[in-house]
Nanobody, 120 residues
Framework: QVQLVESGGGSVQAGGSLRLSCAAS????????MGWYRQAPGKQRELVAR???????TYADSVKGRFTISRDNAKNTLYLQMNSLKAEDTAVYYC??????????????WGQGTQVTVSS
């Protein structure tokens, strides 16, 4: 099993910054990808940013140029630097880890979520 613990959420005014962290532990094997997703009230969960094993990144159009995803491989920790925050960034942010096992299967794990609230 894999455990993901997010931190760094909070309340900030529009234009401000926050940095989210996601620490992974447990039987990780090989990380295929890690990413951040968010879910606002009444909306579906959506991809914010994703980082693959080959260091390829994907960002939602709404956050390009404002958010940066990164990873500390030695610490198995994923980060999301969020700058120029907007009210529409308000959501619960979830960390996701997609792992590859030695026997060829893939598993996906989610963190418990961290609230980000941006006031205008």
């Amino acid at each position: 099993q894999v455990q993901l613990v997010e931190s760094g959420g909070g309340s900030v005014q529009a234009g401000g910054s926050l940095r989210l962290s996601c620490a992974a532990s447990g039987t990780i094997f090989t990380i295929n990808a890690m990413g951040w997703y968010r879910q606002a009230p009444g909306k579906q969960r959506e991809l914010v940013a994703r980082l693959t094993i080959g260091a390829s990144t994907t960002y939602a159009d709404s956050v390009k140029g404002r958010f940066t995803i990164s990873r500390d491989n030695a610490k198995n920790t994923l980060y999301l630097q969020m700058n120029s925050l907007k009210a529409e960034d308000t959501a619960v942010y979830y960390c996701n880890l997609d792992r590859l096992t030695p026997w060829g299967t893939r598993n996906s794990y989610w963190g418990q979520g961290t609230q980000v609230t941006v006031s205008s």
